[in-house]
T-cell receptor, first 114, second 113 residues
Framework: SAVISQKPSRDICQRGTSLTIQCQVD?????MFWYRQQPGQSLTLIAT?????????ESGFVIDKFPISRPNLTFSTLTVSNMSPEDSSIYLC???????????FGPGTRLTVT | AQKVTQAQTEISVVEKEDVTLDCVYE???????LFWYKQPPSGELVFLIR??????QNEISGRYSWNFQKSTSSFNFTITASQVVDSAVYFC??????????FGTGTRLQVFP
């Protein structure tokens, strides 16, 4: 399985600011995803991070609010912009290996917006 | 519609009891994949198992077993002789051909000593 790391692991941010979350994988992967898990809830897909092109966003998520970069096959960033308390969640990076059907998740970033 | 239903919101058992977590899915795809993940209190999501739609064999891994039945669109997860370390939220997920994982709402399992 892929080893996925995320930075930061947690943060407390003020309303109106932005936070960039990094996801690093120890091997090349075909697909990278960003999920959000609001307190006590299930996981919701924000977007698929595409290498070298714009991310593909799910309904209800927009690029202005959640800009995503993926410069190569092992790294991606998610920015949560102009934060409000409703953005307080765990944000998880997820990857799928080139030759596998399994999908793995990073340790998550716990974001609290005050 | 693609959907995963985990009707059990929370289950509490005493150590050494067996417990079954239910998962019912909906999809029109003929090829799809089913997953179970464990989320302990630390928050990370731990992959437990993947099952292909064309493989209905049940699987056992130590104290864990999975029962996949296409006829009832169910993919249930049983923990035998539960332990306190099994306490976590367990998510069932479906991946149809679109490559997007669709999660159920999760079942919180509490195992008391």
């Amino acid at each position: 399985s892929a080893v996925i790391s995320q930075k930061p692991s947690r943060d407390i941010c003020q309303r109106g600011t932005s936070l960039t979350i990094q996801c690093q994988v120890d091997s090349q992967v075909t697909m990278m995803f960003w999920y959000r898990q609001q307190p006590g809830q299930s996981l919701t897909l924000i977007a698929t991070a595409n290498q070298g092109s714009e991310a593909t966003y799910e309904s209800g998520f927009v690029i202005d609010k959640f800009p995503i970069s993926r410069p190569n096959l092992t790294f991606s960033t998610l920015t949560v912009s102009n934060m409000s308390p409703e953005d307080s969640s765990i944000y998880l990076c997820s990857v799928r290996q080139v030759d596998s059907y399994e999908q793995y998740f990073g340790p998550g970033t716990r974001l609290t917006v005050t | 519609a693609q959907k995963v239903t985990q009707a059990q919101t929370e289950i509490s058992v005493v150590e050494k009891e067996d417990v079954t977590l239910d998962c019912v899915y909906e999809t029109r795809d003929t090829t799809y994949y089913l997953f179970w993940y464990k989320q302990p209190p630390s928050g990370e999501l731990v992959f437990l198992i993947r099952r292909n739609s064309f493989d209905e064999q049940n699987e056992i891994s130590g104290r864990y077993s999975w029962n996949f039945q296409k006829s009832t669109s169910s993919f249930n997860f049983t923990i035998t002789a539960s332990q306190v370390v099994d306490s976590a939220v367990y998510f069932c997920a479906l991946r149809p051909h679109t490559d997007k994982l669709i999660f159920g709402t999760g079942t919180r399992l509490q195992v008391f000593p």
